[in-house]
């Protein structure tokens, strides 16, 4: 049975009208803060919620995290880890017990950028799409090291993804190997058809969940406007391994 935090501040929307869930994996890292921070500052139409997902040791984040949570619309912690697949099956967790129509998921080191709520929605309105990603762009608090390797995967060294860290201004269509798993969005039914997350085939569980809309028929879009911040690796070790 899943341990369950929940806070709702009702304000004059109904629980039942929630247009996006939004889905944060943790490990229970500082950055989780700056995440849920950055989202504070999100419009609150259309209605969304956030739902962080896993265990957090450290009591003073777990203590701010509450604190944070009381000026967040809608929020939900559970309280979970798993042995295998631990993200995968996160995710699918807060999938189970959003109300969204949309339902997105962030990684638990990204700070979302303006008005990132309105914009990972926009493009759904098009019946035929089924997942929405978006950049990963470089923070300003970041090492010179951890800059550099930003810069890495937008370079041409990063062959045909490179889009995918740049803010170009546009929406395009693309291939299921083309998303990027810290920024993305998923219509509610389609995520469902899909069959969500296999933690069997974790960490590249994004790109099977994808290849799966794509075969279902539906398309998939990158939206440059729903840009967040994610934090590079900061260390050689971590960049190769990432890589």
Same mark, same amino acid.
């Given at each position: 049975?899943?341990? &369950?935090?929940?806070?709702?501040?009702?304000?004059?929307?109904?629980?039942?009208?929630?247009?996006?869930?939004?889905?944060? #994996?943790?490990?229970?890292?500082?950055?989780?803060?700056?995440?849920? +921070?950055? &989202?504070?500052?999100?419009?609150?139409?259309?209605? $969304?919620? /956030?739902?962080?997902?896993?265990?957090?040791?450290?009591?003073?984040?777990? +203590?701010?995290? +509450?604190?944070?949570?009381?000026?967040? #619309?809608?929020?939900?912690?559970?309280?979970?880890?798993?042995?295998? *697949?631990?993200?995968? %099956?996160?995710?699918?967790?807060?999938?189970? /017990?959003?109300?969204?129509?949309?339902?997105?998921?962030?990684? =638990? =080191?990204?700070?979302?950028?303006?008005? $990132?709520?309105?914009?990972?929605?926009?493009?759904?309105?098009?019946?035929?799409?089924?997942?929405?990603?978006?950049?990963?762009?470089?923070?300003? =608090?970041?090492? @010179? &090291?951890?800059?550099?390797?930003?810069?890495?995967?937008?370079?041409?060294?990063?062959?045909?993804?490179?889009?995918?860290?740049?803010?170009?201004?546009?929406?395009?269509?693309?291939?299921?190997?083309?998303?990027?798993?810290?920024?993305?969005?998923?219509?509610?039914?389609?995520?469902?058809?899909?069959? *969500?997350?296999?933690?069997?085939? $974790?960490?590249?569980?994004?790109?099977?969940?994808? @290849?799966?809309?794509?075969? %279902?028929?539906?398309?998939?879009?990158?939206?440059?406007?729903? /840009? /967040?911040?994610?934090?590079?690796?900061?260390?050689?070790?971590?960049?190769?391994? +990432?890589?």
């Amino acid at each position: 049975m899943l341990n &369950l935090t929940e806070t709702r501040n009702m304000e004059n929307k109904s629980f039942n009208s929630i247009e996006l869930s939004i889905v944060i #994996p943790t490990l229970g890292r500082e950055t989780l803060i700056k995440t849920l +921070q950055s &989202l504070t500052l999100m419009p609150r139409e259309p209605s $969304w919620e /956030v739902i962080v997902v896993g265990k957090i040791s450290d009591v003073s984040i777990r +203590q701010r995290m +509450q604190e944070i949570s009381v000026t967040l #619309p809608y929020f939900t912690h559970l309280d979970v880890s798993f042995e295998k *697949g631990d993200s995968s %099956l996160k995710k699918n967790a807060g999938f189970n /017990v959003g109300k969204g129509r949309i339902v997105a998921f962030l990684d =638990d =080191d990204v700070i979302v950028g303006e008005e $990132w709520t309105k914009k990972i929605m926009e493009p759904f309105k098009d019946d035929s799409v089924g997942l929405i990603s978006g950049p990963a762009l470089i923070p300003e =608090d970041v090492s @010179f &090291l951890a800059r550099m390797a930003g810069l890495a995967l937008a370079s041409p060294a990063a062959g045909y993804v490179a889009f995918r860290y740049k803010k170009v201004e546009e929406v395009r269509k693309i291939v299921w190997s083309s998303i990027i798993g810290c920024n993305m969005a998923y219509r509610r039914e389609v995520f469902k058809m899909m069959g *969500g997350f296999d933690p069997s085939f $974790w960490p590249g569980e994004e790109m099977l969940a994808a @290849f799966r809309t794509q075969k %279902l028929g539906y398309n998939i879009l990158f939206n440059s406007g729903a /840009v /967040v911040y994610h934090y590079p690796r900061g260390s050689i070790k971590d960049f190769c391994r +990432q890589i």
